[in-house]
Nanobody
Framework: VQLQASGGGLAQAGVSLTLACTTS????????MGWFRQAPGKEREFVAS????????YLANSVKGRFIISRDNAKNTIYLQMNSLKPEDTAVYYC?????????????????WGQGTQVTVSS
């Protein structure tokens, strides 16, 4: 499966951005999906995940209450709605897919990755 992330850009603190990740090659409903991010000089960190059907989501504490993960399997797309952005949210955001049906926040457990989209938040 191929993943294509989009929607990043430059934003001021406090505004919202929505990232999208579209899959091709195999239907997205087959995969447990996640969003990760990596800031310069830092480890890749978990942001959010969503189960195949969308009924179960999990968010990192750092984004809980601000970010929402969702999916539209008919469009083979998952979304990350990012509200109340902060400068510390600045990173390259990656979507990822794994073929097993349970949660993992460890990026090493994901099998497929998109190319990343840059999000820069200015204060």
């Amino acid at each position: 499966v191929q993943l294509q992330a989009s929607g990043g850009g430059l934003a001021q603190a406090g505004v919202s951005l929505t990232l999208a990740c579209t899959t091709s090659g195999r239907t997205v409903s087959s995969y447990f999906m996640g969003w990760f991010r990596q800031a310069p000089g830092k480890e890749r960190e978990f942001v959010a995940s969503i189960s195949q059907g969308g009924g179960s989501t999990y968010l990192a504490n750092s984004v809980k209450g601000r970010f929402i993960i969702s999916r539209d399997n008919a469009k083979n797309t998952i979304y990350l709605q990012m509200n109340s952005l902060k400068p510390e949210d600045t990173a390259v955001y990656y979507c990822a897919a794994r073929g097993v049906s349970y949660l993992s926040t460890n990026w090493r457990d994901y099998d497929y990755w998109g190319q990343g989209t840059q999000v820069t938040v200015s204060s």
